[in-house]
């Protein structure tokens, strides 16, 4: 067989090849935790007429931008947000270099157990606390006590580590997204230092493309070499209003696609939809007070009213996680 | 011949074919601009041992972030920021709905042509046309605006489109870099929003990797749909100190390689290279008044001097581009 023959022979085989793997790819299904219905449809749709070059929905794949809430929307946040209970464990951990904590709120009550009483302060109280404890250090030190922390905690109620508590649904689709085309990013209201250290071994997203919130850095000469020090002081809270905000200076394009559940998702998706061409907007929906947590319009944490309305009004996807999951957490890792 | 045979011809094909073209691309030589010496060849030293597996230097792909300054980096800076044209003419357009510049200073002198008098009032007057001319419109009107801008505008002095005043043997740089699993980013005192409608285009590098200085954007639902609006109020200033700040708030990983021309850009050298492992910071010396421009240590634009200083302590790469530059900018297009 002379080299033109087999040039031929290995054209053939590779084409015979690409059409069987393109085959099989469309016959499995690429979202097994999903069960069938208007929401997994929905998905699917979007995802064939996005990527079907030569028709009027075709989008570049330079262009194909998902953005997904981190908290809720890809892993739980009841009975409170899991970085709130990294600052408990920190605020126990430092308690000895701070006295005063120990008379002072809302320090006193995370020392004496008493949750409640200390998020009792709302917002600002939360804020005080993760000032306390996120800075005075340099990130990479940072970075360290949070590659610790999320390797060793576990979650008060399930005792499972928080990155078990990812929804293996969404796990699916954020891998379907992306073998699309797709570059998924996280936009969350928690803090982007603290979930850049994990992001990408649990969800497959690289550090560059989280957005979240974020204190103050400064840059130091030390005499051992240059450290950029956390301050004690806000720079961004990437919720509500403040997420497309976020995603035009971090992405510059606009999202195609966008995931959140709750009320602080609204404005992220609203700029998401308003764009031209096919769109995605889904709400996930807490409804699986069984297998997860069931939460909407009254919740503390989490709470989706207006966002409820608004995907109702204007036909986005809701997700009813009792309904349309099969499974919620992935299986437990050995 | 059956299926097993032809599997086994297909497989030592393709492996013949990619040690051919491996080989190909060895021998080429991908920055035919540069001078062989020193400075080019501690490029390619630097590539050589990060993409070697299996030895020590080896930088794993994720990791291998290079960060160019743009200024006086990837495109020319004198005998201002090519910014301040794109103001200049804003302003001019702009003054018949602002009869009172006629009279206000900066905005006097730059109607009447005088740019030195314009920019005699330092950083503030400049920031303060920034202001006048970048804000009071949402984010696509302004990209909108530039997008046509840069099209239409010429340089002063060389009368050539601004983006056919990007150096050539960057631009090799980049690409080289880029087909060694390098994620490349711009990281500029400019404007994020005056940068990324035309690099992804000119330099292969999309919006999600330019890094800037930027004003507020403020979310507001109007009538027909959200916008993000342009406030008349600086959000960051990415230069010397802020720098090293931004690359940590996008990129989230330390470059291991990093580009710049001027003391602007020290401090983003200074934090490369005090990670560890093998590490590359490099500086462009404007030596050449013939081809291009020569200024340094006195300059007011891309003023080069501590980071000279350090560069030769250090033993920084220092492109002379008189030397080590065969051509500046790229042959012009048609």
Do not use: C
């Not at 609204?266 to 699986?288: C, E, I, K």
Request: net charge neutral; proline share 6%.
């Amino acid at each position: 067989m002379n080299m033109k023959h087999r040039i031929q022979k290995l054209t053939s085989l590779v084409l015979m090849l690409s059409f069987s793997a393109l085959a099989a790819a469309q016959n499995t299904d690429a979202l097994p935790s999903w069960n069938e219905g208007k929401a997994k449809q929905s998905i699917v749709d979007f995802v064939a007429t996005v990527t079907k070059p030569g028709t009027a929905g075709f989008v570049a794949p330079a262009e194909r931008i998902a953005t997904f809430d981190n908290d809720g929307t890809l892993w739980a946040e009841q009975p409170m947000y899991f970085q709130a209970f990294f600052v408990f464990d920190r605020i126990k951990t430092l308690a000895p270099q701070h006295p005063e904590w120990q008379t002072q709120e809302p320090f006193a009550s995370v020392l004496k157990g008493d949750l409640k009483s200390a998020l009792a302060g709302g917002e600002r109280a939360l804020l005080q606390m993760v000032m306390a404890t996120h800075a005075g250090m340099t990130n990479e030190e940072f970075e360290s006590l949070v590659k610790t922390w999320i390797e060793t905690a576990r979650h008060p109620i399930s005792q499972r580590p928080y990155t078990e508590m990812v929804y293996q649904p969404m796990l699916e689709l954020l891998s379907y997204l992306r073998a699309n085309g797709f570059k998924t990013y996280i936009v969350s209201g928690g803090g982007i230092e603290f979930m850049r250290p994990w992001t990408e071994k649990v969800y497959g997203i690289p550090p560059e493309q989280v957005i979240g919130s974020s204190g103050k850095l400064k840059f130091e000469m030390r005499t051992n070499g240059p450290v950029l020090v956390k301050l004690p002081e806000v720079d961004f809270i990437d919720d509500k209003e403040g997420k497309p905000v976020a995603i035009a200076k971090h992405i510059g394009r606009r999202p195609i696609a966008a995931f959140g559940n709750s009320d602080g998702d609204l404005q992220m998706l609203q700029w998401t939809v308003a764009g031209s061409g096919p769109r995605l907007a889904l709400y996930l929906h807490h409804t699986d007070a069984e297998r997860e947590f069931a939460y909407d319009r009254k919740s503390s944490i989490g709470r989706l009213d207006q966002g409820l309305d608004q995907a109702l009004a204007k036909g986005w996807t809701v997700v009813d996680m009792k309904q349309d999951w099969k499974t919620i957490y992935p299986a437990t890792k050995k």
